[in-house]
């Protein structure tokens, strides 16, 4: 089981509402990401980072912002909540100095969002 | 464009059975290729992971087979249990870019009847 946790494991919201998804992983990776899962649909890289006060957007447009302030911490915010943000909000961590070849990425269990 | 395609999109046997889920991809550069089984409400788990040179990989139950010729993998599953209902996704990485960006299929479901 990878040491990767994200809080909460469901949310259900109002419209309008600031939420925070938290992300922690104790594994030292250099590397994380949050990817945006609909029901029977593949993942979608929303952010990524390479490490301390790196953030990058990914593939999937996202109104929601990241900050990578410690290596082990990566939180997703949503200054306004929507209901076509519900979704499941997964985080993952990899790490850097391995071969690309072997850079699994390991992924927590998930946020379930409902947004009202 | 990278793709992943998978199939079939959901699958039912019965407890005991094998069966095979297939996976084509046209990702390029080529990296690696994993299959990862994602239980409901969890996030995935990878099972196998194959790069260029490889072309079969076991797990336990699981055997997964890679022709990179043809850009087509398999991952079978063996003497099948309830256990096993889950998402299996198959999931491509590029050696284009730093980020080792993946590129993910939809998934099989897999339902284990008893």
């Known amino acids: 089981e990878a040491d990767i946790y994200q809080t909460p494991r469901y949310l259900v919201i109002g419209t309008g509402k600031k939420i925070t998804l938290e992300c922690s992983q104790t594994m030292g990776h250099d590397k994380m990401y949050w990817y945006q899962q609909d029901p029977g649909m593949e993942l979608h890289l929303i952010h990524y980072?390479?490490?301390?006060?790196?953030?990058e957007k990914g593939d999937l447009s996202s109104e929601s912002t990241v900050s990578r302030i410690r290596t082990e911490h990566f939180p997703l915010t949503l200054e306004s909540a929507r209901p076509s943000h519900t979704s499941q909000y997964l985080c993952?961590?990899?790490?850097?100095?391995?071969?690309?070849?072997?850079?699994?990425?390991?992924f927590g269990p998930g946020t379930r969002l409902t947004v009202l | 464009k990278n793709q992943v395609e998978q199939s079939p999109q959901s699958l039912i046997i019965l407890e005991g059975k094998n069966c095979t889920l297939q996976c084509n991809y046209t990702v390029s550069p080529f990296s690696n290729l994993r299959w990862y089984k994602q239980d409901t409400g969890r996030g995935p788990v990878s099972l196998t992971i194959?790069?260029?040179?490889?072309n079969t990989k076991s797990n336990g139950r699981y055997t997964a087979t890679l022709d990179a010729d043809t850009k087509q993998s398999s991952l079978h599953i063996t003497a099948s249990q309830l256990s096993d209902s889950a998402s299996y996704i198959c999931?491509?990485?590029?050696?284009?870019?730093?980020?080792?960006?993946?590129?993910f299929g939809r998934g099989t479901q897999l339902t284990v009847w008893p």
């Open positions: 194959m790069t260029f040179s490889e």
């Open positions: 980072s390479y490490g301390v006060n790196s953030t």
């Open positions: 993952a961590s990899s790490d850097g100095k391995a071969a690309p070849s072997h850079n699994e990425q390991f």
């Open positions: 999931v491509v990485s590029d050696r284009g870019s730093t980020l080792g960006r993946l590129y």
